[in-house]
């Protein structure tokens, strides 16, 4: 049991890069040098290995918003939008209290960003319970709104001439970019944002499985029926988790707008809330387990950067999708007592 | 008069892929298996569509590559949820990235270019003939693939709920236990439902590569979303599916008849959304889904 947890995620993704670099051999590169190219070039260097966890930093906060209501019996689709709206506010508080000193600053930017991604983010949670409005098209729809709702405000009052970017936030909310600190990283975005993202996924842990909240959490998993005889309220609850994985979401933000840029800018997320779910997914939706989950769609999301010499970077989209299929194929195989081969 | 009929001739246009991916999305779900890659399927079958026309110079020809690109996504898709009993949502999210990253490489490597095709066609589908006297609402709702579209929604509908095939793809959705133990398999009925609604919506995905007159990169711009909230409005019933796709059409023609009047277009993109949003939270109330949906099939385990 326990080696199967371990294993199968491993072995999904060493058949998915494996199928992603016969695909590439479909365009024109030679597999074996599209892995070596991947690997090499991400793993192989300070500036490669800074880069790999600095784009795992936002897919560790998205993996969490994703996982938590899940083990609650919700699935969030709708990280994108929480993550946008909570970088958002983060960097309107960024500019608006730009004289406010040192680490408080950065305090009040957390707390904007987890206010406005958790709001966005109960708002399904809330529909579920009030009306039954399903949680995974309504956080879709969400989505949709949020970019749109952050587009106007940014293009209307926010954004510097000809561009999508805001101005920069107050010095006082940065956090240390890793280069500072530690040549090796030189000129990768990673910032102390990871051991922030650490925190959260410990803490998210010891929330979900240590806690009465937690408890209660997975009894609604189990049905509506069951939670009722608990005599806990499902719709609280409901709201309670998909609320704390919208401000988790929001949070994540903190990678970009606090440190790596310093701004705000229309498209940062760049997938990360999607992504996500294969995070989440992939971590068996275990809190601790996300981080290491999250590299390896870290080394992907660099990868395909770097393979972009080669094949288009798309490539890597589709190699993301293939782990996926592969591992909740091989997933459900295994919960009806096949693959012995893996999981004796 | 005028006004009112192209207002219409807008309706039907931007209505009909909606309603093509919501009726094969109903089609997916009544046999039991949720289909959130239909957003996916929309795509790859407006590619195909582009891609089957610029090589053959024949429409027809890029139909049916947008029927065989939309069947084949939906295969996949069956053969990893029916087949493979994995889940449905999961997998239909895989497809859906895997779809938007496949589309944009092809993109590149068969046009060298990341955001479109070339033009598909050098002269625009003409209407069938007697349509014509209607002015614009005829030069669209006379198109051969308009024409073809509302036969599928009826057939489909009519199909779905008065025959007998669609008696078994209704028992695969709500008992699979008693369809199969009345000698059905109800791996083959879910699969040939799914796969023969991918192919419907695939029909959707051409409408929107020929209306566009090329392949843009994320072209269904979320459609099959908003199709699938329809489905959901109409309560997996096709005809009022495609009520709920009408209404969803005429919110995104105000939309685009209010632009350039002042109002922020950020705020009209957002109505088709909301729209979508208030009709699944207020008026659906709880829409009561197939009682199997979501859950894979095997022979022998219990129905819990």
């Not at chain 1, 996982?67 to 958002?88: C, K, S, T, W, Y």
């Not at chain 2, 219409?8 to 046999?31: D, K, N």
């Not at chain 2, 693939?145 to 669609?166: K, M």
């Not at chain 2, 409408?207 to 090329?214: H, R, Y």
Request: aromatic share 8%; glycine share 14%; charged share 10%.
């Amino acid at each position: 049991m326990t080696s199967r947890r371990l294993l199968l995620p491993v072995v999904a993704a060493a058949i998915g890069l494996v199928a992603g670099a016969l695909l590439a051999g479909l365009f024109g590169a030679r597999p074996d040098r599209f892995l070596i190219l991947l690997l090499g070039e991400t793993l192989g260097s300070g500036y490669g290995i800074g880069q790999v966890l600095f784009k795992a930093t936002p897919l560790i906060f998205t993996g969490l918003a994703v996982a938590l209501p899940f083990r609650a019996g919700l699935f969030n689709i709708g990280a994108e939008g929480q993550m946008m709206v909570g970088g958002f506010a983060m960097a309107l508080a960024g500019i608006h209290l730009a004289s406010v000193p040192g680490p408080w600053l950065w305090l009040l930017c957390v707390a904007a960003a987890f206010l406005a991604g958790g709001i966005w983010g109960a708002i399904p949670g809330l529909l579920k319970a009030r009306t039954g409005a399903h949680e995974v098209i309504v956080t879709i729809l969400l989505n949709f709104v949020a970019a749109a709702l952050v587009n106007y405000f940014l293009s209307r009052s926010y954004a510097l001439p000809d561009t999508v970017r805001t101005a920069t936030l107050g010095e006082g909310a940065w956090m240390a970019r890793a280069s500072d600190a530690f040549g090796f990283f030189r000129g990768s975005g990673l910032s102390t944002a990871l051991p922030f993202a650490l925190a959260a996924a410990i803490a998210c842990d010891l929330l979900l499985l240590r806690s009465p909240l937690g408890f209660h959490w997975r009894i609604l998993s189990g049905g509506l029926r069951r939670a009722r005889y608990a005599r806990l309220s499902p719709g609280l609850l409901s709201a309670l988790s998909m609320g704390l994985a919208g401000a988790i979401a929001g949070v994540g933000s903190c990678y970009y707008v606090l440190g790596y840029k310093h701004y705000f800018e229309e498209g940062f997320t760049s997938g990360s809330g999607h992504v996500g779910i294969a995070v989440g997914l992939l971590a068996r939706n275990r809190p601790a387990a996300i981080p290491v989950s999250a590299l390896l769609f870290g080394v992907l999301s660099q990868g395909g950067l770097v393979v972009n010499q080669l094949v288009p970077r798309e490539l890597v989209d589709v190699i993301v999708a293939a782990i996926l299929m592969i591992f909740i194929s091989l997933d459900a195989r295994s919960r009806e007592g096949g693959l012995r081969w893996i999981s004796s | 008069m005028d006004l009112l009929l192209s207002a219409l001739a807008q309706i039907a246009r931007i209505a009909v892929p909606y309603a093509l991916v919501a009726v094969g999305g109903t089609l997916s779900e009544r046999s039991g298996v949720v289909n959130i890659a239909l957003e996916g399927i929309l795509l790859n079958s407006a590619f195909g569509a582009a891609v089957g026309t610029i090589s053959t110079g024949s429409p027809e020809a890029g139909v049916l590559c947008a029927i065989l690109a939309g069947a084949s996504t939906a295969l996949l898709h069956a053969l990893v949820t029916v087949r493979g009993r994995a889940d449905q949502i999961v997998s239909g999210l895989a497809i859906n990235i895997g779809s938007f990253g496949a589309t944009r490489a092809l993109l590149k490597a068969l046009y060298s270019s990341a955001s479109n095709s070339p033009r598909i066609l050098e002269h625009p589908i003409e209407p069938v003939p007697p349509f014509g006297l209607l002015g614009p609402l005829g030069d669209v709702i006379g198109q051969p693939l308009f024409l073809a579209a509302l036969l599928v929604c009826l057939v489909v509908h009519r199909l779905l709920l008065r025959s007998g095939v669609g008696l078994l793809v209704r028992a695969a959705g709500e008992r699979p236990a008693a369809l199969d133990a009345s000698g059905v398999g109800v791996v083959g009925v879910r699969t040939m439902a799914v796969v023969l609604g991918g192919a419907i919506a695939g029909l959707g995905g051409a409408w929107l590569a020929f209306q566009q007159n090329s392949f843009t990169d994320g072209m269904s711009g979320g459609r099959g979303y908003i199709a699938l909230a329809a489905m959901i409005a109409g309560k997996w019933k096709p005809a009022s599916a495609v009520a709920a796709c009408l209404l969803f059409a005429a919110a995104e023609t105000v939309q685009i008849r209010l632009a350039g009047r002042g109002i922020p277009t950020q705020f009209l993109q957002m109505i088709p959304y909301l729209v979508a949003l208030a009709v699944l939270a207020g008026w659906v109330g709880r829409a009561v889904a197939p009682a199997a949906i979501g859950r894979p099939y095997r022979r022998g385990q219990e129905e819990g």
